[in-house]
């Protein structure tokens, strides 16, 4: 049996609407919902001028590959937290920009991204290890719809 914890998932970008289709079923086979516990996720569950916010408890080991792969490949950047394991592995805050590579930060259950004493000495001084925190704290975009009459998009919303 797997290992399981929580998982948030933040994601946001441009992305076509036969794209946000493919998105869709991705989101629902990795059983993430808009609310902890909620119910399957469901394209009209998007959220109208923000990022796509996800939740999940009971994840095996963490992982939500597919979902970090389609955003990788369509450009769409995004916020991963997943919890630790007692004695396995410990929480994690994953941040993409929509490209390049994703970066990873140690955090807490709460995701509060942490530091130890190596990264410190890493960093060298505070104001590189204030630069750590601030890549930490990236602000996901808006998940926008383009519309295929209408090449400025539309934000993602119930209409």
Known sequence: MADRVSVTFTLGGRIS???????????????????????????SHRTEGGPLELFANEVAWGKVEALENFCANNGLAYHFWAGGYFAEWSAERIIYRGEGAPE???????????????????????????????????????LVIEDEGDAAGKEVGHG
């Open 17 to 43: 609407a036969a794209d946000f289709e493919a998105l869709v079923s991705v989101i629902v086979s990795e059983g993430l919902s808009t609310e902890w516990d909620g119910p399957a996720f469901e394209a």
């Open 104 to 142: 990873s930060f140690i955090a807490d259950e709460s995701d509060r991204v942490l530091i130890d004493r190596g990264e410190v000495e890493r960093r060298g001084s505070i104001e590189a290890v204030l630069a750590y925190f601030d890549a930490a704290d990236f602000t996901v975009p808006p």
